[in-house]
């Protein structure tokens, strides 16, 4: 569809039974100039263009890919009060995480599943969602053979293979037990994990240890070069690693060496040099004194990629504690395992939502292609969910090097992604686009409302078992696993609202409560009103608000939608923010947000930002912020 506005502004048609006759003039409709806004397919803009019109192409599409009856589910549940309150709720419990690292131990000691010795259980955990020995890809099927040779369970790959072809050994997927794993992210009983703990709410995850680049058992590489290095870094590396720790007195700070590392161009999923630095840094001193003190050291020094695990481990602690919202579109899980994608979502339970895996876009060492490469795999896809890789992949401009792209390309990555976020990361912030926080907290209504697929930044294997990484790049998660999601999804009753439906009513959210969303909230966005929720999407301040934080404009789009969401910051207010919470915290910040953190409840009606902050809510919609 096209429409022209002539110099007056009026819209006049361009077809249809008033149109008027095609001009020959080079402008279309006489002197007047011309100025047209092409939705819909790039042909629409091509013609007038031709014609010498001024055109514009509105970046648009249709709400669920053009299904019927998903997209009357995404009207109805956009701008439901049960669910904007949700929302709040398990965002709120998200941002308000502070991940500290406390331990390392041995797998069987801290999944109490893999402890072989009082199970009898021969057990592994794995990349993604579930997957059977028989469907698994090569790079995984590597990562068993070599597992099976660390523990002893056989002697020789060929033993291994057969003893996994006999059924002797489970599986299961790594975020069924709290845990994560990059790549193929086998997990056994006697490797060394790390432990990250949320000191406030007690809640723990882990992460095995990073391996560094290249031939790696993660990639699916095997060898003699493979298990010795398992091997030595289950017997030198992880004792020296727990010493440390313990000399030191403290666990590490998780939160603040991750905002420190996204100021130094790290994106904290496929870089990781500052952030690796930094925490080697925090234990440089204890480590020093050990007996294998060098070796360790320069294990530590040489891998640039040993805090992607850290920052694995406390994405899943983050978005661990945003599950099990009732009502809640906020995706908490989102996994690969080399064949199939799946996500899982805060109000749906444990249930997977999965789609065949995508191909990585990238660039590939020397004497290696797309035909080689494995599709994509890997649980490290959770740090984009927690608002880090492809979503802060404006602070990192180096990477597109290695994973491709320009740095433009980059920045608009980040602001593409606020569009299908619920707030904005009040720690993590992006120097590039004027100090505005990550974008954090996928919805599935905004995916499918946008078509925007989440990205993601990641290694290539290689397709066979035993060769390991062969590149680096980009992909999106398949949309079919949100729309999936969305079916699922019941629409609650109007009249219960979100205070009814959930079991701790201390989260501070529900009719009246502070910052809530519900019907009759104070200051909450009420179903079917044109300004957006307190989690608010539009990530840009309106024009004459400048110290404001806008509630955006409505989408729309055909969800008939009350909370919008905009591209990212306007570009000339590049200091803008989002209306989640308030961000005037650094990497030290308190948890306090404006989205409800600090749990007050009754008719307090906090709907402006938490104390100390220079923002408050607008409810107006932004303008010059609509797409």
């Known amino acids: 569809m096209t429409a022209a506005l002539d110099g007056s502004g009026a819209s006049t048609a361009l077809a249809g039974q008033d149109a008027p006759p095609p001009s020959r003039h080079p402008a279309l409709l006489g002197e007047a100039p011309v100025r047209i806004a092409a939705v819909g397919v790039p042909d629409f803009a091509e013609v007038p263009r031709t014609g010498g019109a001024e055109v514009t192409a509105l970046d648009w599409r249709p709400p669920a890919a053009g299904a019927p009856d998903l997209a009357w589910r995404l009207a109805e549940l956009t701008g439901h009060p049960a669910v904007e309150a949700a929302n709040q709720e398990a965002v709120s419990r998200l941002l308000a995480v502070r991940p500290v690292w406390t331990r390392v131990l041995p797998a069987r000691e801290a999944i109490g599943a893999l402890d072989d010795r009082t199970s009898g259980r021969r057990l592994l955990l794995h990349a993604g969602p579930p997957i059977a020995w028989p469907d698994m890809c090569g790079p995984m099927r590597a990562g068993v053979i070599g597992a099976a040779l660390l523990e002893g369970w056989a002697e020789t790959p060929e033993a291994a293979q057969h003893l996994a072809d006999s059924g ?3 599986f299961e997927p790594c975020h069924h037990h709290e845990a994560v794993g990059p790549m193929g992210g086998i997990v056994s009983p006697s490797m060394p994990v790390l432990e990250v703990e949320d000191a406030a709410s007690g809640r723990r995850a882990y992460s095995n240890l990073n391996e560094g680049a290249g031939r790696c058992l993660r990639y699916g590489a095997l060898g003699a070069d493979v298990m010795e290095r398992l091997r030595w870094m289950g017997e030198v590396l992880a004792p020296a690693l727990s010493a440390a720790l313990r000399a030191r007195g403290e666990g590490v700070d998780l939160r603040a060496i991750t905002a420190q590392a996204l100021q130094m161009g790290d994106e904290c999923h496929s870089r990781n040099t500052a952030a690796s630095a930094l925490l080697l840094r925090e234990l440089a001193a204890e480590l020093s004194t050990g007996e294998h003190a060098r070796a360790v050291l320069r294990f530590l020094a040489d891998n640039h990629y040993w805090f992607l695990n850290f920052s694995m481990a406390a994405a899943k602690l983050a978005t661990s504690a945003a599950h099990g919202v009732p009502h809640s579109t906020l995706v908490t899980t989102f996994a690969r395992n080399g064949v199939e994608v799946g996500i899982r979502v805060a109000g749906l339970g444990d249930s997977w939502f999965t789609a065949p895996a995508t191909q990585v876009r990238g660039l590939y060492f020397a004497g290696y292609g797309p035909e080689d490469a494995n599709p994509d795999i890997g649980d490290s896809a959770i740090t984009e969910t927690y608002g880090l890789g492809g979503f802060s992949l404006a602070a990192a401009p180096a990477i597109t090097g290695f994973v491709g792209g320009t740095v433009e390309e980059a920045l608009a990555t980040s602001r593409e992604m606020a569009r299908i976020s619920l707030a904005r990361h009040e720690a993590y912030r992006l120097p590039a686009l004027g100090g505005v ?9 905004a995916v499918l409302d946008t078509g925007i697929a989440p990205v ?5 294997s290689h397709r066979k078992p035993g060769i390991g990484q062969i590149g680096a790049g980009l992909t999106h998660a398949p949309l079919e696993c949100f729309r999936k999601a969305l079916a699922a999804t019941e629409v609650p009753p109007f009249a219960t609202g979100f205070a009814g439906a959930l079991a701790d ?12 969303a519900g019907a ?6 009420r179903a079917g009103s044109a300004a957006a929720t307190a989690v608010g999407r539009a990530t ?18 055909g969800a008939d939608s ?8 306007s570009p000339d207010l590049p200091s803008d923010t989002s209306t989640g919470p308030a961000m005037s915290t650094g990497a030290d910040s308190a948890t306090d947000t404006a989205v409800g953190a600090a749990k007050r409840t009754g008719t307090e009606a906090a709907t402006g930002p938490s104390a100390g902050s220079a923002t408050r809510t607008s409810t107006g919609s932004a303008p010059g912020s609509a797409r």
């Open 168 to 170: 002797a050994l489970e």
């Open 437 to 445: 926080g990550a974008p954090v907290g996928i919805d599935v209504r």
């Open 456 to 460: 993601v930044t990641t290694g290539i």
């Open 505 to 516: 009513p201390a989260g501070g959210v529900g009719a009246g409560s502070a910052g809530g």
């Open 520 to 525: 009759g909230s104070a200051g909450g966005a």
């Open 540 to 557: 840009g301040p309106s024009a004459d608000l400048p110290s404001d934080t806008s509630a955006g404009p409505a989408r729309g789009t």
């Open 562 to 569: 009350a909370a919008g969401r905009d591209t990212g910051p």
